[in-house]
């Protein structure tokens, strides 16, 4: 019996206040090759890579330990755009 493939985690690449209730992925097809020469492709990647606009997917949300820091003031100038990248 072959294990259970652990839950695949990928960074929302949506805001919240501009993509209000979805959310958007940015996905990177890793594909690599085999010792044997096979071609071998991420599953969940391949997966959401061959996914019709419209469909739907199962998931979850799980919250990130990332915290910005506060704006001090209303007369504060307002912080700069944030881009996170999260590889792997």
Do not use: Q
């Amino acid at each position: 019996c072959a294990p259970r493939l652990r839950p695949r985690l990928f960074s929302a690449a949506s805001a919240p206040d501009l993509a209000s209730g979805r959310v958007e992925l940015c996905v990177a097809i890793h594909t690599w090759g085999t010792p044997f020469g096979r071609k071998r492709t991420g599953l969940c990647s391949r997966y959401i890579s061959h996914a019709t606009i419209g469909s739907k997917v199962l998931c979850w949300r799980e919250c990130g330990d990332l915290v910005l820091p506060e704006m001090n003031s209303a007369s504060s100038p307002p912080p700069p755009p944030v881009v996170l990248v999260g590889p792997g």
